[in-house]
Each structure stands twice: as structure tokens, then as C-alpha cells.
T-cell receptor, first 114, second 114 residues
Framework: GQQLNQSPQSMFIQEGEDVSMNCTSS?????WLWYKQEPGEGPVLLIA?????ELTSNGRLTAQFGITRKDSFLNISASIPSDVGIYFC??????????????FGKGTKLSVKP | SAVISQKPSRDICQRGTSLTIQCQVD?????MFWYRQQPGQSLTLIAT?????????ESGFVIDKFPISRPNLTFSTLTVSNMSPEDSSIYLC???????????FGQGTRLTVV
């Protein structure tokens, strides 16, 4: 089946540092989504990307839709303790509202040391 | 985004029993989705809950094990039947806005089977 390779699997950083994580695939995606999941909660959508090359920011978060449509990255600048959580990428193979085409990465677990 | 409420938020169940999880959305949506997130793993789509017709199950999931109801456009239930410890997971309800692929999640139900 289709797979997303998300890396790194986990990160331990100092408060104030910048963070970068990415997802790659052998398949071409039409949409990339980035989610954050905190303990005991469902994933919360951070950024949605719809066009190859698109660069979108949400506060200290920046994500890009790779030009080949096979990858995406998420950057977090000046990390703070509340950034702790698991970050998931998700790519959609087709168009439209069917989540049957939505593939999730395995997640990047972020720990921030104050 | 939609407000999605799941009940229960967590439960500990005996093997061989069944648990029904409820998902309530604050607005009418065409499709609702159920995911499983096994410990330390990513999200796997179980099925799409269609209003007025049977749910559509993904490969590896069957109706006898995960019966789903969708009585109206704002509510769905997922039952985990004849549970075993391998069913211990977080179960998540999700909706999208139809034309977009942005999936919005409930807070999840953490199930432990003993």
C-alpha cells in the first residue's frame, strides 16, 4: 500500500531552538496536511497545503508542499514548552472529500526542555 | 472547523465484551469517519459512516467486528465487538467539509481491554 516516511521519529530539543521535520513518499500527493496531537486529545490541524511549491505559515509554524509533490516539511521556530506533542503529516492521493485517500505518517514526537 | 464530541473519552473493558463509542458533530456533515490509533502508531482508517446507507470498510476491517451506525447527519456510533487486548487503542471520529480534504477529529476514545 501507499506509505509516507516521516522523520525524525522523535526529537529532544532545548526551548528556543528551531525544529524541522519532513515527510516523503514515492507517490504524488495533491494535498498535504500537518497535525499536532497532544496526550489525551485528537489530532488538531495546523496547516493545509494544496499546491506544489506552496509555502504557508501559521504563527511560528511554516510548512511547504514540495515541488515534486512527493514531500513536505514543517518548521517550528523558537520552540516553547507547549510545542510538545506528536506531529503527523498526511497526504491525499486524489481530490475531493474522501478520507479513504488520506495517508498518515507515523508521527514525530517532539520534546522541549525548558 | 467543526466541533466534534466523542463519548466515552476512555474506558477499561473486559475481554469478550463490546463497547459503543458515540460521535456528535455540531453541524450537519455528509460523511463521518472512524479511525484507530494503536499505541505509538499512526492513524488507520476503519470505515466511512454514510447516512442512509451501510458503512464502507477499509481493508482489514469488517462489519461484524466494528458495526457502525449513522442515524442522521450529525451523529454516528462505532461498536468494538467481542473485544480482545489487541483492540486496545485510541478510536477517533473525524469529519471533513466535503469539498476539502481537511479532516477534523474528535478528542478520541482511549480503550483498554483487560
Amino acid at each position: 500500500g501507499q506509505q509516507l516516511n516521516q522523520s525524525p521519529q522523535s526529537m529532544f530539543i532545548q526551548e528556543g531552538e528551531d525544529v524541522s521535520m519532513n515527510c516523503t513518499s514515492s507517490s504524488i500527493f495533491n494535498t498535504w496536511l500537518w497535525y499536532k496531537q497532544e496526550p489525551g486529545e485528537g489530532p488538531v490541524l495546523l496547516i493545509a497545503l494544496y499546491k506544489a511549491g506552496e509555502l504557508t505559515s501559521n504563527g511560528r509554524l511554516t510548512a511547504q508542499f514540495g515541488i515534486t509533490r512527493k514531500d513536505s516539511f514543517l518548521n517550528i521556530s523558537a520552540s516553547i514548552p507547549s510545542d510538545v506533542g506528536i506531529y503527523f503529516c498526511a497526504g491525499q492521493l486524489g481530490y475531493g472529500g474522501s478520507q479513504g485517500n488520506l495517508i498518515f505518517g507515523k508521527g514525530t514526537k517532539l520534546s522541549v526542555k525548558p | 472547523s467543526a466541533v466534534i464530541s466523542q463519548k466515552p473519552s476512555r474506558d477499561i473493558c473486559q475481554r469478550g465484551t463490546s463497547l459503543t463509542i458515540q460521535c456528535q458533530v455540531d453541524s450537519q456533515v455528509t460523511m463521518m469517519f472512524w479511525y484507530r490509533q494503536q499505541p505509538g502508531q499512526s492513524l488507520t482508517l476503519i470505515a466511512t459512516a454514510n447516512q442512509g446507507s451501510e458503512a464502507t470498510y477499509e481493508s482489514g476491517f469488517v462489519i461484524d467486528k466494528f458495526p457502525i451506525s449513522r442515524p442522521n447527519l450529525t451523529f454516528s456510533t462505532l461498536t468494538v465487538s467481542n473485544m480482545s487486548p489487541e483492540d486496545s487503542s485510541i478510536y477517533l471520529c473525524s469529519v471533513d467539509r466535503g469539498a476539502d480534504t481537511e479532516a477534523f477529529f474528535g478528542q478520541g476514545t482511549r480503550l483498554t481491554v483487560v
